[in-house]
DNA sequence: TTGACGCATGCCGTTATGGGTATACGATGG
DNA sequence: CCATCGTATACCCATAACGGCATGCGTCAA
């Protein structure tokens, strides 16, 4: 097995996010439970395109689905995107702050290293 | 022209994060500017991989590149990380509270967290 | 039971991706 | 000028990603 192309989007949540339609999705779920077609149809998209991204989105656990009939409900569960913010927050110094004291920051911490 | 794989890596900061070792390179550079070959190195990948994967940072605008005599002096640049913070925060209210039609799933969690 | 509806899946084709290796290129040192 | 170092690029391979279309499957209504 030589050359992956790409971790498979189906185990990362930040892989999952990458797709901006999927990322549509998310947005549209925030006001509540919708079924595929639904979804679909608001988005501009095909009902199996709307299926394998709702999986895509299924599989890393942001949404949830609910049988109600004939239909098929899914459900936002965000809390897989709470790594994500907290990951890109780990960076929120370097762009609250002047690139000044950025450097200075940056100093610090290589004197940290060196004394180590 | 029929079908297209993905959003180009090179146009979406989403994309471009989605790779592990891309953000490996981004928290590396937290501590300060480094050169390829020495990113390569301590992320055990070759010095063309990691180029490869600078490049990509380049182009979203997440690293600048400094020339340095031989060497190019990688820096971070963060600032294109705040609208991903800023977009899963807006899911935050969704993983900080208990909403209607989240399921006993959502509440056992919750349980067991709390008798932890 | 039969049809219609809602949705998931399978298959195909195209494109992008990541890794590896070899190589081209710019800068520096002799 | 020539050799060398540091880096970027080109090329190749294998694979995963998306989109479209057709189809399968379960559910509800008549």
Redesign the interface.
């Known amino acids: 097995m030589a050359a992956m192309a790409?971790?498979a989007?189906t185990s990362?949540v930040?892989?999952a996010?990458?797709?901006?339609q999927r990322?549509e999705i998310?947005?549209l779920l925030?006001a509540?439970?919708r079924p595929v077609t639904e979804l679909a149809q608001e988005l501009g998209m095909t009902q199996p395109g709307a299926s394998k991204h709702l999986r895509v989105l299924r599989e890393v656990g942001l949404v949830?689905d609910?049988k109600a009939g004939k239909q098929r409900l899914y459900?936002?569960?965000?809390?897989g995107?709470?790594p994500?913010?907290e990951?890109?927050?780990?960076?929120?110094r370097?762009?609250n702050e002047s690139f000044d004291r950025l450097d200075a920051y940056?100093?610090d911490?290589?004197q940290a290293?060196q004394e180590e």
């Open positions: 790409r971790a989007t990362d930040f892989n996010i990458a797709e901006p990322r998310l947005v925030r509540g439970e949830r609910r459900g936002l569960d965000a809390r995107l709470r994500v913010h990951w890109t927050g780990g960076f929120e370097f762009w940056v100093q911490l290589k290293r």
